[in-house]
């Protein structure tokens, strides 16, 4: 199993954007894990000890406001990395993280990378890398709260589950409607008048699933004017 993990591992984005002679290095000091849904991989406050890459499942990354509500971070899956930057200055993490679903993850401790950074600069460049991907999704997040409606954010995330095409498509929700809400910074009960909106667009939701009769109609949606909904 440790050795299928490696393999995952060496697709990872983060992982396969190193210079070659570090990957094997990088791996062997890897802690393999996995975790049933629902399970803490880390808590805000604790020392973050490395990076971690998603192997498989989705992992929720939140933050607890003074009033006892969770704010959805960010919802991550295969490839994915979290907490370079954090990992490398050696600080705390500055959200908690959750197994949406059932996952593996490897965690790279953060001084193998800091003692291959002084030897090679080359490595850097992933790390930087790696966190200018998360600062472009988190310009993307802030654009679609800010500029979409409840519908088109979700009508974005259901053609992110879409294989390329224009035609029909059923897809699997990958994590439960709750997190779907949160991650698309809406409440529950706005999710679901969202997906009723969506009907219109050849959307239908049955359980965990969406069956979706017209890819290119679905993304009409998202070219539509926010401001149109005032006058309906």
Not at 56 to 63: D, H, N, P, Q
Not at 121 to 139: D, G, K, Q, R, Y
Not at 172 to 190: C, H, N
Not at 215 to 232: C, F, K, N, S, Y
Request: proline share 5%; hydrophobic share 40%; glycine share 8%.
């Amino acid at each position: 199993m440790h050795e299928a993990h490696k393999a995952i591992a060496r697709n990872a984005m983060f992982i396969r954007s190193l210079p070659d002679e570090h990957i094997e290095t990088v791996l062997s000091r890897g802690v393999f894990r996995s975790s049933e849904r629902g399970e803490t991989l880390f808590i805000q406050g604790e020392p973050c000890p490395g990076i971690h890459v998603v192997l498989e499942g989705w992992v929720k990354l939140y933050r607890i406001a003074p009033n006892g509500s969770e704010a959805v971070v960010g919802v991550f899956t295969k490839g994915e990395s979290m907490g370079e930057p954090v990992a490398l200055r050696q600080g705390t993490y500055p959200v908690s993280a959750e197994a949406a679903t059932a996952c593996t993850t490897v965690l790279i401790p953060g001084d193998a990378l800091i003692q291959l950074i002084r030897r090679d600069p080359e490595v850097s460049i992933s790390v930087l890398a790696s966190t200018f991907n998360h600062l472009h999704s988190l310009v993307s997040q802030l654009e679609q709260l800010k500029a979409e409606t409840g519908a088109q954010r979700v009508a974005r995330f259901l053609l992110e589950l879409c294989e390329d095409g224009d035609k029909e498509c059923r897809v699997t929700l990958p994590y439960d409607k709750v997190l779907i809400a949160g991650r698309l910074g809406m409440k529950p009960e706005s999710l679901s008048r969202a997906f009723a909106r969506l009907k219109d667009s050849g959307v239908t939701i049955a359980r965990n699933h969406a069956e979706i009769s017209d890819i290119r109609r679905l993304r009409g949606v998202l070219e539509t004017d926010p401001a149109d909904a005032w006058h309906r």
